[in-house]
């Protein structure tokens, strides 16, 4: 970037659905003051008038790896940016895509797409963290504007925020809530969630899925005691975690307690 240009910013999409280059779009008026600090130079869902090519400061990316043309594509975003940011608990933990890679592809493809699933190149979806260096992650399903607004408040003046680093359940004391475990003996992953949320789930009865990725250092053997202290097995939180982090999930040494039924 030189002095007195604005960023040259990117924003794409992998496979995914979409959900946190939608919620860029609505953050509406903020958009407009963001747009005139930065200059939005490739986003395909957003713009018509795009450069594939230019060189950029900052590239946001959505979505997994599931496909050999998601490889490419984000192999080229890497090569043509200064800072990658993951946007969205797809890109950064694998998300909800990743949650079926126990099952060979073909069998996925055949059950939705028949006869027509040859033409699919769908490989094992994988976080785009998996691939290349990623220099911030912003996680939820979607993202949470204003986590992503300070982000670039922070990016324009040459630094990043930061995130939570405690678990949902912090923000779900503070709204008063009944704890879904304690009370009404539900699954509920606000213990080992990163919170940021402000405990959305809880706040609306119902209990947390995980959806924003695991917290960096979540406390296991108090979780997995207090879990089994009101009868719910270490199993049924491991599965449930793993609906939106199943790559990250099982390569943290916790394969044995999620398969063992006993716990
Ligand atoms: S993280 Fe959630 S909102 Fe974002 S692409 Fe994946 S499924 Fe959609
Ligand atoms: S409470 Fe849990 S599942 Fe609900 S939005 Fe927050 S992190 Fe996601």
Same mark, same amino acid.
């Given at each position: 970037?030189?002095?007195?240009?604005?960023?040259?910013?990117?924003?794409?999409?992998?496979?995914?659905?979409?959900?946190?280059?939608?919620?860029?779009?609505?953050?509406?008026?903020?958009?407009?003051?963001?747009?005139?600090?930065?200059?939005?130079? @490739?986003?395909?869902?957003?713009?018509? @008038?795009? @450069?594939?090519?230019? !060189?950029?400061?900052?590239?946001?990316? $959505?979505?997994?790896?599931?496909? $050999? !043309?998601?490889?490419?594509?984000?192999?080229?975003? !890497?090569? !043509?940016?200064?800072?990658?940011?993951?946007?969205?608990?797809?890109?950064?933990?694998?998300?909800?895509?990743?949650?079926?890679?126990?099952?060979? *592809?073909?069998?996925?493809? =055949?059950?939705?797409?028949?006869?027509?699933?040859?033409?699919l190149d769908t490989v094992e979806a994988r976080p785009v963290t998996h691939f290349v260096p990623v220099d911030y992650l912003l996680p939820g399903c979607p993202i949470e504007r204003h986590e992503f607004l300070a982000l670039v408040r922070a990016l324009l003046i040459g630094t990043t925020a930061e995130l939570p680093e405690f678990p949902v359940c912090w923000e779900c004391k503070g709204k008063e809530n009944l704890c879904r475990v304690v009370h009404f003996g539900e699954v509920c992953c606000g213990s080992m969630t990163r919170s940021g949320c402000g405990a959305r789930c809880p706040s609306?009865?119902?209990?947390?899925?995980?959806? *924003?990725?695991?917290?960096? =250092?979540?406390?296991?053997?108090?979780?997995?005691?207090?879990?089994?202290?009101r009868g719910i097995s270490w199993k049924k939180i491991g599965e449930k975690m793993a609906n939106f982090s199943a790559p990250v999930w099982m390569?943290?040494?916790?394969?044995?307690e999620v398969n063992d039924d006993n716990r």
């Open positions: 970037m030189t002095e007195n240009s604005k960023p040259k910013v990117g924003i794409f999409g992998l496979t995914g659905c979409a959900g946190d280059q939608l919620q860029i779009l609505n953050c509406e008026d903020h958009l407009l003051l963001i747009a005139s600090q930065i200059d939005i130079v @490739d986003w395909v869902m957003a713009k018509s @008038d795009n @450069d594939h090519d230019c !060189r950029l400061d900052i590239a946001f990316v $959505e979505g997994v790896v599931a496909t $050999e !043309r998601d490889l490419e594509s984000i192999k080229a975003v !890497r090569a !043509r940016t200064d800072f990658l940011v993951a946007i969205g608990t797809c890109a950064v933990w694998g998300g909800l895509p990743a949650m079926q890679n126990d099952i060979p *592809r073909h069998i996925l493809q =055949e059950a939705v797409y028949h006869e027509k699933a040859e033409f609306h009865g119902v209990a947390c899925s995980g959806c *924003r990725g695991p917290l960096e =250092e979540p406390n296991y053997d108090a979780n997995i005691t207090m879990f089994a202290d390569t943290m040494g916790l394969e044995q």
